[in-house]
């Protein structure tokens, strides 16, 4: 007789069984749990790199949309929606949903709105900044510099003006954009660690 295909069977009490039940649903929960956590984790991290991706977008194109918005024919003040709700829909916007420029660009009553929140959470940034030291002035200085003020300055130009390397100017706007961007989309646009 062949022993590699001899079948074995073990008695197990109503105890063990169940033991053995419990241990696997016990099992079980502990890899759901875990791959709901990590979903969840991917989730917020998805769209935090939206919220800083639409930072990014919002203040590349502010000068454009800052004039397209002085040209438009539609006003502000006709507005029904607020800038709570016109924030939302911008950060349900997906990449995939189309370029989010161009989708508030095409709307003049949201970017106007916009626009003016940008400026109201750029002010408050300026004062955020001004409290501190001087690290913080002049990343609000650099940040202004480069997307803000009517004539656009380089990397180059801002480490020569403040006197630090460009890697320094970077490390500035980086910082500045995380901070506007919780400043953009309040709660939602925090990292928390």
Do not use: P, W
Not at 6 to 34: D, N, P, Q, R
Not at 47 to 71: A, F, G, I, Q, V
């Amino acid at each position: 007789m062949d022993m590699n295909n001899c079948v074995e069977f073990v008695a197990l009490t109503k105890e063990e069984v169940e033991e053995m039940i419990a241990k696997a649903a016990l099992a079980g929960a502990s890899v759901a749990a875990e791959t709901l956590e990590k979903a969840h984790q991917k989730e917020q991290k998805e769209m935090k790199d939206r919220r800083l991706h639409n930072t990014r977008l919002l203040l590349r194109n502010y000068r454009m949309l800052k004039e397209s918005c002085s040209k438009a024919v539609y006003q502000k003040e006709h507005s029904e929606k607020t800038t709570e709700e016109v924030i939302e829909e911008l950060m349900s916007m997906k990449a995939s949903d189309g370029v989010i420029v161009n989708s508030i660009k095409e709307s003049a009553e949201r970017t106007g709105i916009i626009i003016s929140h940008v400026d109201r959470m750029f002010d408050v940034y300026r004062m955020y900044c001004g409290k501190y030291g001087e690290k913080e002035k002049r990343q609000y200085k650099v940040i202004k510099s480069m997307y803000m003020t009517k004539e656009k300055s380089s990397a180059a130009e801002l480490a020569k003006k403040f006197n630090v390397s460009k890697v320094t100017i970077y490390d500035d706007i980086k910082t500045a954009e995380e901070r506007l961007s919780a400043l953009f989309f309040g709660i939602n646009g925090l990292r928390f660690y």
